[in-house]
């Protein structure tokens, strides 16, 4: 890996770390990156989910206090996600590589389109809480497990899906459903990065360059929240999520 | 510790030669292209190129197929011990783009891996690249204009109508080095053709326009990464 790599690689990984920190989204920055390394699309996935994932276990080691009592409900959450996260990485690894290549220009839209209309999907959740009664763990576990699936094959955005389908199956602890998303991506997060691990998917030095520097953005992010507010910082990952889209609609698709 | 490319004949028509690399830590090459799709497979390690100013890594398990006249450096590996087979297939097919992809087996030696895997994995590659566009023709034209005759670059340029300065920018642009360094690397493929052909080293270096054997040697090993002699020994 060439000097330039590596400054780019730890550049995006500061960037990653940052945006984490203050308002999710950092895959939308951090995988075009590894692709833009010169790894091919699989490997660039599992790279970039490795680099990040300390990102997750830190955020929700921070918020376990608010986490809420280990009933069986929340247990099967913790189970069913970390199956979920497990069986997706596992059909990323499995499927010819050009089923994912293919959509790939497509799931960065999509995931920026989560991001863009967050606010939205939330107090549209919200909302369903008063009409429904609390679904029953089965159906829930479905559900988490469906998007966890998706956390593990590619992971941008899995936060935003993550809170609307808790707020919908928790309404009753708007606070707990924060500390319970962390909790439950940390788990897609490592079971992911353990099946890319084992099965030799990941290519150590971008990963190490992106990990660093997505450390020092984490901790610099705590420390920079008042000088980069929230709002601000959502913008710049939608548009840089909207641009990433296009360039790489037009490497993939034209 | 430079290890050297050790070529190969496969005989038989639809594979011309394989080349194979086994080491770490060394072997940039000068940027080059050949006459023939190159399909490089990766079994450990990993190998970088620079191609159209971005780098592309093939990381272990992977294969890329570099087109005909594509031109690419190999980069320096890293510090891990590397082993990678190129075969160079003829490019009957048009393939305008590099596309890499992971082969799903884990072979050890390069000798585990049978030609008639080699082609599936360039089939299949082959078969899924877009077709080619029009740029990839006024690419081809350009790189004709340049080896077909022997005339000066000012002349190929006026008899394409442009200013030699005018047509070097266009050379450096489409084809990616200067028209000299263009001439000089289609100059060390019919070298590179006429040494798989039979003929002795003195004698290829002549009829490709080098000045000596010596020169010829040099160039081919920088840019290929083995000497004549060695290349030509079966």
């Given amino acids: 890996m060439d000097i330039q790599t590596s400054l780019l690689l730890l550049a995006a990984g500061i960037a990653g770390g940052i945006v984490n920190a203050l308002a999710g989204g950092a895959t939308l920055i951090t995988f075009p990156a590894m692709l833009a390394a010169g790894l091919p699309a699989v490997i660039a996935n599992a790279s970039n989910?490795?680099?990040?994932?300390?990102?997750?276990?830190?955020?929700?080691?921070?918020?376990?206090?608010?986490?809420?009592?280990?009933?069986?409900?929340?247990?099967?959450?913790?189970?069913?996600?970390?199956?979920?996260?497990?069986?997706?990485?596992?059909?990323?690894?499995?499927?010819?590589e050009h089923l994912f290549v293919l959509p790939g220009p497509a799931l960065i839209g999509f995931a920026t389109l989560l991001f863009a209309f967050a606010p939205q999907i939330q107090s549209w959740t919200i909302g369903q809480q008063k009409t429904a009664t609390l679904p029953s763990t089965r159906a829930s576990a479905a559900v988490l497990g469906l998007a966890c699936v998706y956390g593990g094959f590619f992971g941008a955005g899995l936060g935003v899906i993550l809170t609307a389908v808790l707020s919908v199956t928790e309404p009753n602890d708007i606070r707990a459903i924060k500390a319970l998303k962390n909790l439950l991506a940390t788990c897609v997060s490592l079971a992911a990065t353990l099946i890319f691990i084992v099965e030799g998917a990941v290519r150590w030095p971008e990963t190490l360059a992106m990990l660093l520097g997505a450390m020092a953005g984490g901790y610099a992010g705590g420390h920079l929240i008042r000088v980069l507010p929230a709002p601000v910082v959502r913008q710049f990952v939608i548009v840089a999520g909207a641009v990433m889209t296009m360039i790489y609609a037009a490497r993939y698709w034209l | 510790m430079t290890n050297a490319w050790t070529y190969r004949r496969a005989d038989r028509d639809d594979i011309v030669e394989l080349a194979s690399w086994r080491g770490a830590g060394s072997l940039g090459l000068r940027p080059h292209f050949h006459d023939e799709h190159q399909l490089v497979l990766v079994l450990s390690g990993s190998r970088s190129f620079r191609i159209?100013?971005?780098?592309?890594?093939?990381?272990?398990?992977?294969?890329?197929?570099?087109?005909?006249?594509?031109?690419?450096?190999?980069?320096?590996?890293?510090?891990?011990?590397?082993?990678?087979?190129?075969?160079?297939?003829?490019?009957?097919?048009?393939?305008?783009?590099?596309?890499?992809?992971?082969?799903?087996?884990?072979?050890q030696r390069v000798d585990e891996i049978s030609p008639e895997r080699i082609l599936e994995i360039a089939g299949d590659i082959l078969s899924r690249a877009p077709s080619p566009s029009t740029g990839r023709t006024g690419r081809s034209k350009l790189g004709a204009a340049l080896t077909e005759s022997?005339?000066?670059?000012?002349?190929?340029?006026?008899?394409?109508?442009?200013?030699?300065?005018?047509?070097?920018?266009?050379?450096?642009?489409?084809?990616?080095?200067?028209?000299?360094?263009?001439?000089?690397?289609?100059?060390?493929?019919?070298?590179?053709?006429?040494?798989?052909?039979?003929?002795?080293?003195?004698?290829?270096?002549?009829?490709?326009?080098?000045?000596?054997?010596?020169?010829?040697?040099?160039?081919?090993r920088r840019t290929f990464g083995t000497t004549p002699g060695v290349y030509w020994r079966d």
Wanted: net charge positive; with cysteine; hydrophobic share 50%.
């Fill in chain 1, 49 to 96: 989910a490795v680099a990040i994932s300390p990102g997750h276990l830190i955020a929700a080691l921070a918020d376990r206090g608010k986490l809420p009592p280990p009933t069986r409900r929340t247990i099967s959450f913790v189970l069913v996600s970390t199956l979920g996260g497990a069986i997706g990485a596992g059909v990323l690894l499995l499927l010819p």
């Fill in chain 2, 150 to 220: 022997l005339a000066p670059i000012g002349a190929v340029a006026a008899s394409l109508g442009r200013s030699r300065e005018g047509f070097s920018r266009m050379v450096r642009r489409e084809l990616g080095v200067a028209p000299h360094a263009f001439r000089l690397l289609a100059r060390l493929n019919l070298a590179r053709q006429l040494q798989r052909a039979g003929e002795p080293i003195a004698a290829v270096a002549a009829d490709a326009g080098f000045s000596d054997q010596s020169h010829l040697t040099r160039l081919f």
């Fill in chain 2, 52 to 107: 159209d100013g971005e780098t592309i890594t093939v990381p272990a398990g992977h294969a890329a197929l570099i087109p005909a006249g594509m031109l690419h450096a190999p980069m320096p590996t890293p510090d891990e011990e590397t082993v990678c087979l190129n075969a160079y297939v003829p490019a009957s097919r048009a393939c305008s783009s590099l596309r890499v992809v992971s082969f799903r087996a884990r072979w």
